[in-house]
């Protein structure tokens, strides 16, 4: 129960800060898991991360996700259109590519600004992938981006987002975008025990 509160909390400040959150569940990093997918919040995690001093010289494992598609529509697919599993096919290894480049580009970037970085492709459920990276490097820290759904009135983390830093035993970074600050009139819920003003 205190684990489902804290990550409430958590969540709610994530959901609505307009600056960069971290969820320190270590008292120091060494090594890092950066997720990368070729999102614009993927590009601006690395980004920042490139341009902070605070992280120069420490070992970043970026990691990108390859998710595998529905074993139902393989295998119906297969079944009653043979040529549908060999699209299907050639989809899921662009995908892989395009993910290894993007990987790949991330990795430059980052060594560029004087990190230590290797990259790795993995598949699966991503924000699983991205803990079990964590936990087989020794990370201290996961960094993603957002991905903010910015059509609705609050400003809610994607759910691969929401789901690591729920789930992760280790420090999350959540980098947004200072324009994806909430600027409705919705209010927020003070704290419990919070005085009344």
Known sequence: MATVLLGSVSTEVADHAPCPVLVARRPSVHRMIVAVDGSESAQRAVATLSAW????????RVVAVAEPPPAWGASMGAAFYPAWAETIGSTVDDRRARLADIGARACE???????????ELREGAPADQLIRAADADGADLIVLGSRGLSTLPRLLLGSVA????????????????????????????????????
């Open 109 to 119: 970037h980052l060594g560029s600004a004087g990190l230590a970085a290797t990259t």
């Open 53 to 60: 001093p605070i992280f120069g010289g420490l070992a970043a």
């Open 162 to 197: 929401r789901s690591v830093l729920l789930h992760a035993p280790v420090s999350v970074l959540i980098i947004r975008d200072a324009k994806e600050r909430v600027t409705t009139d919705e209010p927020t819920r003070a704290p419990t025990g919070a005085a009344a003003g």
